[in-house]
């Protein structure tokens, strides 16, 4: 990058330098001696889990690594459409066929706030294997060798970018489309908060490269599988608000989850946020094994963060989650306890 304030946008003051130059060091010796480099993400993989793990993965690849793009899924669950189009991510190694610790000279966990959320690739962490911890998640358990987490950054392909840019490898257009795809889900296309110029110049800079934002757009927003609209509907028919504290929540059944993924649960309290009640949004659908996940939006002033936190989750100030048990009436009470509190 050029401009002074693309190089060092607000969000990168939270990045310790001397962290940054050993990040940059290790990689590029990873990529000067190909080592072996598993690059992950977290289980059931977003576009910027997603994003950043293939980013990585091809240009340090290209730069001599020999890098294993992993998922820790169990049981190996393939990124989900459209996400499975994004350059690299046919090359994706299952949990199932991870090589082992002793064969491998480094990790890099992205986009990841826990251990938990490795899935299986938490078995290098456990072996010992020297790991780089790349996020931009406000709560996290601390863990990792190197921890470069930017909280206000609006994705973690942006810090991934910085990177690259860090060890001049090209942006090329594969790249690109994963950064680009990471950036736009992650901020919201662009809407969130945590947006600013760093992330539009990154996206400008991904168009240049020739990303195809176009069909991007219409794969990941303007397409919902029908499973997915049959979900949301029944989750809006049980819409209830909570005046006092501006919340609006929702939950759908076992039966209605059919075979639905967590990005359905997503699509739900995105769609309860945009009520014009709502300052906070929940949605509540339950797990395997008789407990409920929660889905948290928050429209700028309530901290949902903090809320997911104290329900043992974690997040952002406005997108968080946390997995509890009780029936929603007893979870949505919880909620709305904490919200009083803030
Ligand atoms: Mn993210």
């Not at 990873?30 to 977290?42: K, Q, S």
């Not at 966990?109 to 790991?131: F, I, K, Q, W």
Request: net charge negative.
């Amino acid at each position: 990058m050029t401009a002074t304030s693309d190089r060092d946008p607000a969000w990168a003051a939270d990045l310790d330098p001397d962290t940054e130059v050993a990040v940059l060091d290790r990689l590029r010796r990873a990529a000067d001696t190909g080592e072996r480099v598993v690059v992950a993400g977290h289980v059931a993989p977003d576009g910027d889990a997603l994003g950043a793990v293939l980013a990585l993965h091809l240009a340090l690849g290209a730069a001599g690594a020999r890098t294993v793009p992993a998922i820790g899924d169990m049981p190996p669950t393939p990124p989900s459409p459209p996400l499975d189009r994004l350059p690299g991510a046919d090359q994706v190694v299952a949990a199932a066929r991870l090589p082992d610790a002793s064969e491998v000279d480094l990790l890099v966990c992205m986009d990841t706030a826990s251990v938990a959320r490795l899935g299986e690739v938490a078995r290098y962490l456990d072996a010992g294997v020297t790991t780089v911890v790349l996020d931009h998640h406000a709560q996290g358990e601390v863990f990792g060798d190197l921890r470069l987490v930017a909280p206000l950054a609006a994705a973690t392909v942006q810090v991934v970018a910085r990177l690259l840019d860090g060890l001049s490898l090209p942006l090329t257009r594969e790249i690109a489309t994963c950064l680009y795809v990471g950036l736009v889900t992650d901020s919201g296309r662009f809407g969130y908060q945590a947006t600013d110029a760093s992330a539009h110049a990154l996206a400008g800079r991904a168009l240049a490269a020739g990303v195809d934002q176009a069909w991007w757009h219409q794969a990941l927003f303007a397409s919902r599988r029908a499973a997915e609209l049959s979900l949301l509907g029944h989750g809006l028919a049980r819409l209830t608000v909570v005046p006092e504290v501006a919340l609006v929540h929702a939950h759908v059944t076992a039966e209605e989850v059919a075979d639905c993924d967590d990005a359905s649960l997503d699509s739900l309290v995105d769609l309860l946020r945009s009520a014009d009640q709502a300052e906070v949004a929940l949605a509540l659908r339950p797990t395997t094994n008789g407990g409920w996940k929660g889905s948290l939006r928050s429209r700028g002033t309530a901290d949902v963060g903090r809320v997911a936190a104290a329900m043992g989750g974690g997040g952002h100030r406005l997108a968080a989650g946390f997995t509890v048990t009780g029936s929603p009436q007893e979870v949505t009470d919880r909620v709305v306890a904490l919200l009083k509190e803030g």
